[in-house]
């Protein structure tokens, strides 16, 4: 099963027979890999999977935001999300500027804060670091990911840490290679200790931790 943008340019592909086609149109959904809307589209045409494979785009937006609801609505517990061309995370064009990876969102700082984080979690389990403000001067102090280094000032940086943090109670186990990294879906549901911002995206600050 695919999500393909390009749906005249599939289609027209001179070498396909009629039932090459139809096997595609049936098994296809037309649209922008990150679109809430296509990718619901697909999970409840064709899901849950037992592999997720991102080859799309490589553009970092695009990634992150089909990793964030794909490995959660979309994936079997215990199974597996690869992501293709990580190396696209370090180019202009494909939203690896200089700034961005600073501000923590391409999909290869995402991916190195939610490990950062992931190995932290023990300390989370602690009572004398579950306070709001706890959090927010250890992201500071020891993590050095406190929410407008790690994510920028704006509403959309924060946004993305929003989400990166929600997917990492899922997450058990992240591995990577040249130019590929594969997220392993935690088998027994949810981490129940989250890391996360408290209300909602737009008022994620400093101040709010």
């Not at 290679?177 to 209300?199: A, E, N, S, W, Y």
């Amino acid at each position: 099963y695919a999500i393909e943008l390009r749906r005249e340019q599939c289609k027209g592909f001179p070498h396909l027979t009629a039932e090459e086609a139809s096997y595609l149109e049936s098994h296809t959904v037309w649209g922008d890999q990150a679109s809430e809307g296509v990718m619901e589209a697909a999970v409840r045409r064709f899901g849950p999977f037992d592999l997720i494979i991102d080859d799309g785009s490589h553009v970092s937006a695009d990634m992150i935001a089909s990793l964030t609801y794909l490995f959660e609505r979309g994936l079997k517990l215990g199974r597996y999300y690869m992501i293709e061309d990580t190396f696209f995370a370090f180019i202009r064009q494909n939203g690896g500027s200089r700034e961005a990876q600073q501000a923590g969102t391409t999909i290869v700082t995402m991916l190195r804060d939610m490990l950062t984080l992931q190995q932290h979690f023990w300390w989370w389990t602690r009572p004398e670091y579950q306070s709001p403000m706890a959090r927010r001067d250890r992201w500071s102090t020891e993590f050095g990911l406190g929410p407008r280094a790690a994510r920028g000032t704006t509403v959309g940086a924060c946004s993305t840490g929003v989400r990166k943090y929600r997917l990492l109670d899922w997450v058990r186990t992240i591995d990577c290679d040249r130019g590929i990294c594969v997220l392993t879906k935690r088998h027994d549901g949810p981490f129940k200790h989250r890391v996360d911002c408290p209300g909602n995206a737009s008022s994620c600050d400093a101040s709010n931790y």
